[in-house]
């Protein structure tokens, strides 16, 4: 009976510890990379929908990468663009914009390491390496 009841008590320690480790917050870096990711494929579907105004067409072009310090300039100017306020699909962007760009310079501001300042690799998004089969 011992030694049952510390197989169970075993189990109950292993699996506490694996649904603690799985249901830790989030991190700053990892919150403000999947909003960013978030944004990114956002405006990429909102680009090519055929239902959405005309205006989206001008919009400055939102590929973001949070190592480049021009994210911040970036998402300033997205966000203070004039245009498209009729388009519902635009204001949600923007406001996801808006909530990054307040994460990045008011919590998490000591947590990020920028790792380039190169403004025009985000006018051309990196296109993913092509398959050869």
Do not use: W
């Not at 480790?21 to 990429?44: G, H, N, Q, W």
């Not at 005309?54 to 300039?73: K, Q």
Request: net charge neutral; with cysteine.
């Amino acid at each position: 009976k011992v030694p049952t009841m510390k197989m169970l008590l075993l189990l109950v320690a292993v699996l506490s510890a694996a649904l603690l480790a799985s249901a830790a917050p989030p991190t700053c870096y990892s919150r403000v990379l999947s909003l960013s990711k978030e944004i990114t494929e956002s405006f990429k579907e909102l680009q090519t929908s055929k239902t959405v105004d005309s205006c989206v067409e001008m919009l400055p072009r939102l590929y973001l990468d949070i190592h480049n310090y021009c994210v911040l300039a970036k998402l300033r100017d997205f966000v203070a663009y004039p245009g498209c306020d009729r388009v519902v699909e635009v204001n949600e962007l923007k406001e996801k914009a808006r909530s990054l760009y307040t994460i990045l310079i008011s919590y998490c501001r000591r947590d990020l390491v920028f790792l380039t300042d190169d403004c025009n690799a985000l006018e051309i998004p990196i296109s993913p390496p092509i398959e050869h089969s």
